[in-house]
Protein backbone atom coordinates (compact mmCIF):
# COMPACT_ATOMS: atom_id res chain seq x y z
CA UNK A 1 0.00 0.00 0.00
CA UNK A 2 1.78 3.09 -1.16
CA UNK A 3 1.19 6.16 0.89
CA UNK A 4 -1.18 9.14 0.04
CA UNK A 5 0.29 12.22 -1.38
CA UNK A 6 0.47 15.32 0.63
CA UNK A 7 2.30 18.40 -0.26
CA UNK A 8 5.67 18.87 1.68
CA UNK A 9 4.99 22.04 2.89
CA UNK A 10 2.34 25.12 2.99
CA UNK A 11 2.44 28.04 4.37
CA UNK A 12 -0.19 31.86 5.55
CA UNK A 13 -0.30 34.72 7.70
CA UNK A 14 -1.61 35.08 10.61
CA UNK A 15 -5.90 35.22 9.98
CA UNK A 16 -5.37 33.59 6.59
CA UNK A 17 -7.07 30.46 5.36
CA UNK A 18 -5.29 27.51 4.04
CA UNK A 19 -5.94 24.22 2.40
CA UNK A 20 -3.83 21.07 2.56
CA UNK A 21 -4.87 18.22 0.21
CA UNK A 22 -4.44 14.23 0.38
CA UNK A 23 -4.46 12.40 -2.57
CA UNK A 24 -4.81 8.73 -2.62
CA UNK A 25 -6.84 6.51 -5.08
CA UNK A 26 -10.34 4.45 -5.55
CA UNK A 27 -9.38 1.77 -3.39
CA UNK A 28 -8.40 4.28 -0.19
CA UNK A 29 -9.50 8.21 -0.13
CA UNK A 30 -11.96 7.94 -2.90
CA UNK A 31 -13.42 4.29 -1.96
CA UNK A 32 -14.40 5.32 1.40
CA UNK A 33 -15.67 8.46 4.28
CA UNK A 34 -13.25 7.28 6.26
CA UNK A 35 -10.36 9.78 6.05
CA UNK A 36 -8.84 11.80 9.08
CA UNK A 37 -6.29 14.07 9.86
CA UNK A 38 -3.72 14.59 12.72
CA UNK A 39 -1.95 17.38 14.16
CA UNK A 40 1.69 16.97 15.03
CA UNK A 41 3.79 19.25 17.18
CA UNK A 42 6.97 19.08 17.14
CA UNK A 43 8.49 16.15 19.43
CA UNK A 44 4.85 15.45 20.59
CA UNK A 45 1.94 12.97 20.16
CA UNK A 46 -0.36 12.90 16.70
CA UNK A 47 -3.71 14.58 17.54
CA UNK A 48 -7.07 13.70 15.89
CA UNK A 49 -8.44 17.08 14.00
CA UNK A 50 -10.76 15.66 11.74
CA UNK A 51 -12.26 11.94 11.41
CA UNK A 52 -14.55 10.83 8.75
CA UNK A 53 -14.13 13.05 6.43
CA UNK A 54 -15.84 16.30 7.83
CA UNK A 55 -16.58 15.61 11.21
CA UNK A 56 -14.52 17.10 14.41
CA UNK A 57 -13.86 15.39 17.74
CA UNK A 58 -14.97 17.67 20.38
CA UNK A 59 -12.53 20.28 21.47
CA UNK A 60 -11.46 21.30 18.57
CA UNK A 61 -11.86 24.36 17.03
CA UNK A 62 -14.16 24.61 14.29
CA UNK A 63 -11.21 26.62 12.00
CA UNK A 64 -10.29 23.05 11.33
CA UNK A 65 -12.95 21.77 8.32
CA UNK A 66 -12.52 18.65 5.98
CA UNK A 67 -13.97 17.64 2.80
CA UNK A 68 -12.90 15.33 -0.21
CA UNK A 69 -13.90 14.67 -3.76
CA UNK A 70 -13.02 11.85 -5.86
CA UNK A 71 -9.60 10.77 -4.82
CA UNK A 72 -8.91 13.87 -2.90
CA UNK A 73 -8.80 14.91 0.68
CA UNK A 74 -8.64 18.09 1.53
CA UNK A 75 -8.46 20.29 5.22
CA UNK A 76 -8.64 23.94 5.76
CA UNK A 77 -7.86 25.78 8.73
CA UNK A 78 -9.31 29.21 9.06
CA UNK A 79 -7.82 32.32 10.51
CA UNK A 80 -4.87 30.97 10.97
CA UNK A 81 -2.83 31.27 14.87
CA UNK A 82 1.00 30.82 15.53
CA UNK A 83 0.08 27.60 17.33
CA UNK A 84 -1.29 25.95 14.37
CA UNK A 85 2.28 25.66 13.10
CA UNK A 86 2.94 22.08 12.73
CA UNK A 87 2.91 19.14 10.88
CA UNK A 88 -0.29 17.48 9.70
CA UNK A 89 -0.72 13.91 8.28
CA UNK A 90 -3.80 12.60 6.54
CA UNK A 91 -5.10 8.96 7.00
CA UNK A 92 -7.27 6.76 5.11
CA UNK A 93 -8.51 3.55 5.27
CA UNK A 94 -8.15 1.06 2.86
CA UNK A 95 -9.87 -1.64 0.81
CA UNK A 96 -7.38 -4.33 2.32
CA UNK A 97 -8.72 -3.66 5.92
CA UNK A 98 -5.70 -1.88 7.00
CA UNK A 99 -4.75 2.71 7.39
CA UNK A 100 -2.22 4.51 5.47
CA UNK A 101 -0.90 7.79 6.12
CA UNK A 102 0.03 10.83 4.06
CA UNK A 103 3.60 11.65 3.94
CA UNK A 104 2.97 14.88 6.50
CA UNK A 105 2.72 18.19 5.32
CA UNK A 106 4.31 21.31 7.60
CA UNK A 107 2.45 24.06 8.43
CA UNK A 108 4.55 27.47 8.64
CA UNK A 109 2.65 30.29 9.97
CA UNK A 110 4.39 33.59 8.66
CA UNK B 1 -8.03 9.91 33.11
CA UNK B 2 -8.62 7.65 30.23
CA UNK B 3 -5.14 7.14 28.88
CA UNK B 4 -2.89 4.79 27.38
CA UNK B 5 0.20 4.48 28.84
CA UNK B 6 3.72 2.36 27.30
CA UNK B 7 6.60 1.14 28.42
CA UNK B 8 9.77 2.84 28.34
CA UNK B 9 12.40 2.90 25.88
CA UNK B 10 14.10 0.33 24.47
CA UNK B 11 17.83 -0.53 23.02
CA UNK B 12 18.27 -3.43 20.87
CA UNK B 13 21.31 -5.10 18.91
CA UNK B 14 20.38 -5.67 15.63
CA UNK B 15 18.92 -8.93 14.50
CA UNK B 16 17.26 -8.89 18.23
CA UNK B 17 13.26 -8.78 18.95
CA UNK B 18 11.50 -6.15 20.82
CA UNK B 19 8.09 -6.14 23.27
CA UNK B 20 6.58 -3.21 23.40
CA UNK B 21 3.33 -2.74 26.01
CA UNK B 22 0.42 -0.22 25.61
CA UNK B 23 -2.13 -0.39 29.00
CA UNK B 24 -5.50 0.83 28.85
CA UNK B 25 -6.44 3.10 31.26
CA UNK B 26 -10.21 4.52 32.23
CA UNK B 27 -12.53 3.63 30.01
CA UNK B 28 -13.20 -0.30 29.03
CA UNK B 29 -10.63 -1.94 26.85
CA UNK B 30 -12.60 -4.37 24.62
CA UNK B 31 -14.73 -1.22 23.73
CA UNK B 32 -12.15 -0.20 21.16
CA UNK B 33 -9.36 -1.90 18.91
CA UNK B 34 -5.53 -0.79 19.63
CA UNK B 35 -3.80 0.36 17.09
CA UNK B 36 0.23 0.31 16.62
CA UNK B 37 1.66 3.63 14.31
CA UNK B 38 5.63 3.90 14.55
CA UNK B 39 7.43 7.00 13.26
CA UNK B 40 11.33 6.95 12.72
CA UNK B 41 13.55 9.81 13.40
CA UNK B 42 12.25 13.06 11.33
CA UNK B 43 10.16 11.05 9.50
CA UNK B 44 6.61 10.51 8.64
CA UNK B 45 3.39 8.25 10.14
CA UNK B 46 3.60 4.71 9.74
CA UNK B 47 0.67 2.54 10.16
CA UNK B 48 1.92 -0.95 11.71
CA UNK B 49 -1.24 -3.13 12.35
CA UNK B 50 -4.94 -3.79 14.79
CA UNK B 51 -5.58 -5.36 17.61
CA UNK B 52 -9.02 -6.47 18.54
CA UNK B 53 -9.14 -7.19 22.34
CA UNK B 54 -12.82 -9.04 22.19
CA UNK B 55 -11.66 -11.23 19.72
CA UNK B 56 -7.55 -11.56 19.66
CA UNK B 57 -7.86 -11.55 16.28
CA UNK B 58 -4.94 -8.76 14.09
CA UNK B 59 -4.29 -7.23 11.03
CA UNK B 60 -0.81 -5.81 9.60
CA UNK B 61 0.69 -3.89 7.15
CA UNK B 62 2.12 -5.97 4.70
CA UNK B 63 5.77 -4.93 4.77
CA UNK B 64 5.67 -6.29 8.40
CA UNK B 65 4.62 -9.60 7.81
CA UNK B 66 6.29 -12.53 9.32
CA UNK B 67 8.04 -10.72 11.79
CA UNK B 68 5.17 -8.37 13.92
CA UNK B 69 2.70 -10.42 16.30
CA UNK B 70 0.33 -8.17 18.66
CA UNK B 71 -1.79 -9.78 21.57
CA UNK B 72 -3.68 -8.79 24.57
CA UNK B 73 -3.90 -10.02 27.97
CA UNK B 74 -7.87 -8.05 28.99
CA UNK B 75 -7.03 -9.18 32.65
CA UNK B 76 -4.64 -6.03 32.36
CA UNK B 77 -6.02 -4.27 29.65
CA UNK B 78 -2.92 -4.24 28.08
CA UNK B 79 -1.68 -5.12 24.75
CA UNK B 80 1.66 -6.43 23.57
CA UNK B 81 3.40 -5.46 19.84
CA UNK B 82 6.32 -8.14 19.21
CA UNK B 83 8.53 -7.25 16.32
CA UNK B 84 11.39 -9.38 15.36
CA UNK B 85 14.65 -9.55 13.43
CA UNK B 86 15.28 -5.98 14.31
CA UNK B 87 17.38 -3.50 12.09
CA UNK B 88 19.02 0.03 11.93
CA UNK B 89 15.37 0.77 10.16
CA UNK B 90 13.38 0.09 12.96
CA UNK B 91 14.60 2.47 14.97
CA UNK B 92 11.67 4.79 15.59
CA UNK B 93 8.59 5.98 18.14
CA UNK B 94 6.19 3.23 18.35
CA UNK B 95 2.85 4.44 19.22
CA UNK B 96 -0.30 2.46 20.52
CA UNK B 97 -3.73 4.60 19.60
CA UNK B 98 -7.03 3.59 20.28
CA UNK B 99 -10.03 3.54 17.79
CA UNK B 100 -13.82 2.59 18.79
CA UNK B 101 -14.49 -0.56 18.14
CA UNK B 102 -17.54 -0.90 15.12
CA UNK B 103 -17.06 0.78 11.64
CA UNK B 104 -14.44 3.36 12.61
CA UNK B 105 -11.28 3.92 11.69
CA UNK B 106 -9.72 7.18 13.43
CA UNK B 107 -7.26 7.41 16.16
CA UNK B 108 -8.77 9.30 18.75
CA UNK B 109 -6.24 8.59 21.60
CA UNK B 110 -2.65 7.76 21.82
CA UNK B 111 -0.33 7.32 23.99
CA UNK B 112 2.57 9.01 24.26
CA UNK B 113 5.18 6.30 22.78
CA UNK B 114 8.17 4.48 23.38
CA UNK B 115 11.32 4.75 21.73
CA UNK B 116 13.03 1.66 20.11
CA UNK B 117 17.15 2.15 19.29
CA UNK B 118 18.47 -0.75 16.93
CA UNK B 119 22.44 -0.57 17.12
CA UNK B 120 25.29 -2.79 17.53
Known amino acids: QSALTQPASVSGSPGQSITISCTGTSSDVGGYNLVSWYQQHPAKVPKLMVYEVIKRPSGVSNRFSGSKSGNTASLTISGLQADDEAVYYC??????????FGGGTKLTVL | QVQVVQSGAEVKKPGASVKLSCTAS????????MHWVRQAPGQGLEWMGI????????AYAQRFQGRITMTGDTSTGTVYLDLSSLTSEDTAVYYC?????????????WGRGTLVTVSS
Open chain 1, 91 to 100: CSYTTSGTLV
Open chain 2, 51 to 58: FNPSAGST
Open chain 2, 26 to 33: GYTFNQYY
Open chain 2, 97 to 109: ARVPMGPFWYLDL
